[in-house]
């Protein structure tokens, strides 16, 4: 994924940079958000949900669902009447005047906050999914950049020791080129559009990859080993990733939303679906395949200018969270899902601004994944503590 700059919002409400939001600019690109807004908002309610014909409201179990990013309101916004807050994984809580704000934490009592917390959301479990993953991740030769890249070794090695996504139900790597990892050949993606090497990062003068991904995310379709599984899994060929425990995580989830659902897994930013690890449902792997076209008419002229922040051209991770966001697809926490260097809220006190930071005993980590691990060496010694396994390189 591509690591811009981040946002954290504590009770004292000072606001750094964030990472990848500011308010709507041209309207070619913010009439969209009107329309998720309102829809987010029936996607969350019951009630009108039955109206819409849906009888799965008899079900006891309940997930909690967090709405689209666009319905939700600032911390300087009464959030009474949407209950839900901007910045992942903060709550909107009530004050005595009647009138509630969003914040990370509450004191009871601390500038007349009452600390109960304003319409949470939920839906009723639309069916059961068990825990079968189908895994890929992605190669890219053509960076654009001249640091050379590990990502053709570490995917080697892993296929070699069946470990991260290769330790899947099923998988795939995809790729700019047709290249062989150990007895495997990746699968090539086109560059149809004349996309992927249009703009660079200016930190790491490297691609803006949201097209590539694009391009993968069709190929995804077009393999169609998805649809056999309960869960589609994205994952960086830098993440130490442990499908085992992603399968005993998900397994305490409670299950599929009429929508499908997502998993953003950094809390305190503005779009908290980071690349290293993404987990997304049967049905809103569904939705997403089914509206990949769409999304790219929408927002390809966005994703390449930022158009509606400043902070730049967009991820592949934020792409393919605004085209779910934009159909509907339920978004839920996942906090603990990932210890992730490129999350500061992941970082220890006094690495906090250290981007490059990773765990250094991986013992220590309780996530199914742990990111990023660029140096081979580094990589499995942490997948060697991570699985109780012996891999050296």
Known sequence: MDVDTESLIGETQQI????????????????????????????VRPSLARAAGQSFEVKEERLK??????????????C???????????KCFAKTSGEARCNETCTVGKAGFTCEIINPHSVPVNQALGQSLYCFAVYTQNTGSVKPSTELELLTKQKEFGVSL?????????ADVSIDIGGYTTLQV?????????????????????????????????????????????????????????RNWLSTKGGESPHGVYFENCPN?????????EVISKTGAKVLDENLEECHEKFAPCANKGCDWQWGPWGEDVFVQRCMDHHYVDKMEGWDMTT?????????????????????????????????????????KCMSEMTGGQYTV
């Open 16 to 43: 750094q940079e964030p990472r990848r939001w500011r308010k709507p600019g041209p309207m070619a690109c913010g009439a969209w958000l009107v329309v998720v807004g309102l829809v987010a908002l029936v996607a």
């Open 65 to 78: 669902l967090v709405p689209s990013f666009p319905y939700c309101s600032t911390y300087k916004e009464d």
């Open 80 to 90: 009474s009447s949407t209950g839900c807050c901007k910045v992942s994984g903060h």
């Open 166 to 174: 290769f330790a899947c139900d099923e998988w795939d790597v995809y």
């Open 190 to 246: 086109v560059d149809s559009f004349n996309e992927f090497h249009q703009i660079k990062r200016k930190a790491t003068d490297s691609w803006v990859n949201w097209a590539m991904f694009y391009q993968v995310w069709l190929q995804v379709r077009k393999v169609g080993k998805w649809k056999n599984h309960d869960y589609v899994i994205k994952v960086d060929a830098d993440a130490v990733f442990h499908p085992g425990r992603l």
């Open 269 to 277: 930013v503005q779009y908290g679906f980071f690349g290293n690890l």
């Open 340 to 380: 992730d260097g490129a999350c500061e809220s992941d970082r220890p006190e006094g690495e906090k601004k250290n981007k490059k930071w990773h765990p250094t005993d991986c013992t220590k980590v309780a996530t199914p994944a742990a990111h990023p691990f660029k140096d081979p060496k580094d990589y499995f």
